[in-house]
């Protein structure tokens, strides 16, 4: 599937049900844009989805195991509207710590990624997460 927003080849992933009220959508499968690191609702008949997500395609600094990718990535697609999003992103954030990843080294190294270009301002966003969290 192609992102919307850039056009880049995306990753698709079954969202685990614990985290369905945070998808877009609340979609079983969404797919995430390497690149400009947007989320979107995909179908469930997705191919991609039903095999292993390859995180490695978004950054070195990306976490790789599904147990902190998927709620990083859910809440790097949260973040576009972070007051409305602020609770959830909150919960997906401490996930991703509970699983062995800080959340705000990944996004500082994603910052400096030159193959990333985030489609929200992440480094103000960062600054505002970090808050969050602290």
């Known amino acids: 599937m192609a992102c919307s927003n850039c056009g880049s080849a995306t990753i698709s992933f079954f969202v685990p049900e614990d985290y369905r009220a945070d998808a877009p959508s609340e979609a079983s499968v969404v797919s995430f844009c390497p690149h400009c690191l947007t989320l979107e609702p995909a179908s469930d008949r997705e191919p991609a989805a039903r095999n292993e997500p390859d995180f490695s395609r978004v950054s070195n600094a990306f976490p790789t195991q599904p147990e902190r990718a998927i709620p990083l990535a859910l809440a790097v697609g949260l973040c576009s509207s ?41 480094e103000r966003r960062r600054h505002q997460l970090e808050q969050l969290l602290y």
């Open 82 to 122: 972070l007051a409305t999003n602020r609770t959830a992103i909150e919960l997906l954030l401490r996930e991703v710590e509970r699983a062995g990843t800080d959340p705000l080294l990944v996004l500082d190294r994603l910052i400096a990624d030159p193959s990333v270009d985030p489609a929200i301002d992440l």
